[in-house]
């Protein structure tokens, strides 16, 4: 007779499909010309780039919505754009990877933008188009927010410091009254916004900002409980680049150092993290085994060139 006997490493990943998100925060176009450089212009001392190809990503919490889906949890995605051919290249890009999208069209701006020029195999430039949303399309989107609350089991709040959250504050609390979970990854130096929500998860110069300079872990566990207990939040998660992460909660500290064996490209890895972070906790896991997962997770990622996602086999494989 044969048992089928579930692994260790199975159980350490379960069935994620069950899980609804929803992810409000900035989205942009990440957008990138490469071409071939073969003289300095005539008008000014720079180089010609002759575009050979053009490719897109969608990026900011619409990369976070990208790496929900890719771990098989279901995920809508609350945001605004501009009503310009990069909100319209945004929204195809989204709706084809499976992701419920909810753009709202705001007239007055243009689509955040991260144009990238590459000549020889190099960044020549980057040009960035932002500009704040407008105060009725952010009330619009609020009020879409407490209306569709009831079908998810947590929300992630993407703040990429473009001004699309300025309700953050009514979205938590809205949140965490209706008994969901609230991850949110923080900018800027006020991180007053975010109080009483489940986990705010900065990087270690998103943390500085707020906390100031730590010489060691000691320092850094007493200023981080410090902050967390000021904000009212369940816990704080410290990424920490190559030293893995930190989460300070009720429990303690549980640490965890960086898994990865080999590091290509490290951008994305904190959406990578919260993803991860939040499908577990919508699924039930405890905070050691949600922290664990999301750290193997960013492990792959930054092993994977451009804003990479991570998959289900892509974390089993990991975790043999
Ligand atoms: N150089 C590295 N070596 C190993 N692991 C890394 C490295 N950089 C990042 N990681 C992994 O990715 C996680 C998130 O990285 P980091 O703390 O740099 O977040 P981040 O600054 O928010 O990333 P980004 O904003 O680029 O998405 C880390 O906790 C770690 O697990
Ligand atoms: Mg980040």
Request: charged share 25%.
């Amino acid at each position: 007779m044969v048992f089928a006997v579930a692994t260790p490493d199975v159980l350490a990943v379960p069935d994620l499909s069950a899980a609804r998100l929803l992810i409000v925060g900035d989205v942009m176009l990440d957008r990138y010309w490469f071409g071939e450089v073969a003289r300095i212009s005539p008008e000014a001392p720079v180089p010609v780039v002759k575009v050979a190809r053009s490719e897109e990503r969608p990026g900011g919490a619409a990369n976070v919505a990208r790496n929900v889906v890719a771990l098989g949890a279901s995920v809508s995605l609350l945001s605004v754009v501009g009503d310009d051919e990069a909100g319209r290249s945004l929204q195809h890009l989204l709706a084809a990877s499976g992701i419920d999208v909810s753009l709202h069209l705001d007239m007055a701006i243009s689509t955040t933008v991260k144009l990238r020029v590459i000549g020889r195999q190099q960044q020549l430039l980057r040009i960035d188009f932002e500009t704040t949303p407008s105060h009725e399309v952010l009330r619009a989107k609020l009020a879409e927010f407490a209306s569709r609350l009831p079908e998810f089991d947590a929300v992630i709040l993407s703040d990429y410091g473009k001004g699309g959250l300025t309700h953050i504050s009514d979205m938590i609390r809205l949140a965490r009254t209706a008994g969901k979970k609230v991850l949110v990854d923080p900018k800027g130096e006020d991180f007053s916004k975010y109080a009483g929500a489940t986990v705010v998860t900065p990087n270690r110069a998103e943390l500085r900002e707020v906390i100031g300079r730590w010489q060691d872990n000691e320092e850094l566990a007493r200023k981080a409980e410090a902050l967390r207990r000021e904000l009212g939040l369940d816990a704080l998660l410290v990424t920490r680049s190559e030293e893995g992460m930190s989460l300070f909660h009720a429990g303690g500290v549980v640490p965890e150092g960086a898994v990865a064996r080999e590091v290509f490209d490290v951008s994305g890895a904190g959406d990578t993290v919260i993803a991860t972070l939040a499908v577990m906790l919508a699924c039930g896991a405890s905070w050691p085994e949600a922290v664990h997962l999301a750290n193997v997770a960013a492990g792959v990622v930054v092993g994977k060139l451009g804003t990479a996602v991570v998959s289900r086999a892509e974390l089993l494989a990991a975790l043999k």
